[in-house]
């Protein structure tokens, strides 16, 4: 009689599943709802709230005590009104267009490669091409940053006695030698995405693809690629989203050029109105707008991959 009940509690008449949910599960998931609310809902809740408000000076002159008055949207209509601000979300969406495709094809290739080779080789290659995401943004950057300063890089002088004089950290190059230096820091991360990925496709579709005489080529373009693409989806949003908050390469190459300014990309733009303009408030106005451009774009891009999943079946 107990096993009936407990059955009767946890399946719905029919066979099928009941859409209550178990308890067990929600235990489960408790400790990250409690870290997710603390580690982004509650830094984001506060962003919006200091957003809407302003310093409002008093006395003569407004030279009296300062206090916070709410200010509603005049922020948000300050930032968007910076042509600064908006020209750098017009140069790391440029910078997105063109990096992101590189970098992911570039990783794409890499882990296809190393796919193919033997366990020893596969293994010291891997670990190569990993090595530079173990290296930070900043260090990364001020190692780049001596190879493209004229009068230190040994590249530059090189290229200068092949009669080529490239200016690397001049206007129309700077946004390239930065998506340089984020290549070189996330091709390796995105290739092990990639592997794990290719790991986990049964070892029988590659016999039965031997069987029916596919060749490398074909086994990687028919098999291989098509059941990878969970993890071109994920590494595609991660760029998405590591592409708008582009930071510490612009803000570690800005002493070597006066091309990259304060407002380079919208989170230093950020940066500078809250730690050097001491403007918190216009800061958390564009850093909400940022999340918001971040959100849309990334559910966008998921949108349009499962639309044509669904469309597909």
Same mark, same amino acid.
């Given at each position: 009689?107990?096993?009936?009940? &407990?059955?009767?509690?946890?399946?719905?008449?029919?066979?099928?599943?009941?859409?209550?949910?178990?308890?067990?599960?929600?235990?489960?998931?408790?400790?990250?709802?409690?870290?997710?609310?603390?580690?982004?809902?509650?830094?984001?809740?506060?962003?919006?709230?200091?957003?809407?408000?302003?310093?409002?000076?008093?006395?003569?002159?407004?030279?009296?005590?300062?206090?916070?008055?709410?200010?509603?949207?005049?922020?948000?209509?300050?930032?968007?009104?910076?042509?600064?601000?908006?020209?750098?979300?017009?140069?790391? !969406?440029?910078?997105?267009?063109?990096?992101?495709?590189?970098?992911?094809?570039?990783?794409?290739?890499? %882990?296809? %490669?190393?796919?193919?080779?033997?366990?020893?080789?596969?293994?010291?290659?891997?670990?190569? $091409?990993?090595?530079? $995401?173990?290296?930070?943004?900043?260090?990364?950057?001020?190692?780049?940053?001596?190879?493209?300063?004229?009068?230190?890089?040994?590249?530059?002088?090189?290229?200068?006695? %092949?009669?080529?004089?490239?200016?690397?950290?001049?206007?129309? &190059?700077?946004?390239?030698?930065?998506?340089?230096?984020?290549?070189?820091?996330?091709?390796?991360?995105?290739?092990?995405? +990639?592997?794990?990925?290719?790991?986990?496709?049964?070892?029988?579709?590659?016999?039965?693809?031997?069987?029916?005489?596919?060749?490398?080529?074909?086994?990687? +373009?028919?098999?291989?690629?098509?059941?990878?693409?969970?993890?071109?989806?994920?590494?595609?949003?991660?760029?998405?989203?590591?592409?708008?908050?582009?930071?510490?390469?612009?803000?570690?190459?800005?002493? !070597?050029?006066?091309?990259?300014?304060?407002?380079?990309?919208?989170?230093?733009?950020?940066?500078?109105?809250?730690?050097?303009? &001491?403007?918190?408030?216009?800061?958390?106005?564009?850093?909400?707008?940022?999340?918001?451009?971040?959100?849309?774009?990334?559910?966008?891009?998921?949108?349009?991959?499962?639309?044509?999943?669904?469309?597909?079946?």
């Amino acid at each position: 009689m107990s096993t009936t009940s &407990n059955r009767t509690t946890t399946s719905a008449p029919g066979g099928r599943r009941s859409a209550r949910p178990d308890r067990a599960a929600w235990g489960f998931l408790l400790p990250f709802v409690a870290l997710f609310l603390f580690t982004f809902v509650l830094p984001l809740g506060y962003a919006v709230y200091q957003s809407l408000l302003t310093p409002v000076r008093s006395g003569p002159l407004g030279l009296g005590p300062a206090t916070l008055g709410f200010a509603g949207l005049d922020n948000y209509t300050l930032a968007l009104r910076q042509s600064a601000f908006l020209e750098s979300f017009a140069r790391v !969406l440029l910078f997105g267009l063109v990096q992101i495709p590189v970098m992911l094809l570039l990783s794409t290739g890499l %882990a296809l %490669a190393l796919d193919t080779l033997s366990h020893r080789w596969a293994g010291i290659m891997r670990a190569a $091409y990993f090595l530079p $995401y173990g290296v930070p943004g900043v260090i990364a950057s001020i190692l780049w940053g001596f190879l493209y300063v004229p009068g230190v890089s040994p590249v530059v002088e090189l290229l200068g006695k %092949a009669g080529l004089a490239p200016d690397f950290l001049g206007y129309d &190059n700077v946004l390239w030698s930065i998506a340089n230096i984020v290549i070189w820091e996330f091709a390796g991360y995105n290739m092990l995405v +990639i592997v794990a990925q290719l790991k986990a496709i049964p070892q029988e579709l590659y016999e039965a693809a031997r069987i029916d005489g596919a060749s490398p080529w074909q086994t990687a +373009i028919r098999i291989k690629l098509p059941l990878a693409r969970p993890a071109l989806v994920l590494t595609g949003v991660f760029s998405i989203i590591g592409t708008l908050q582009l930071f510490a390469e612009p803000l570690v190459i800005k002493p !070597l050029t006066s091309t990259v300014t304060n407002s380079y990309t919208p989170n230093l733009s950020a940066y500078n109105e809250a730690f050097a303009n &001491n403007n918190i408030y216009l800061a958390a106005a564009e850093s909400v707008l940022l999340a918001l451009v971040a959100s849309v774009l990334s559910f966008g891009f998921l949108s349009l991959v499962n639309r044509k999943e669904r469309d597909a079946r």
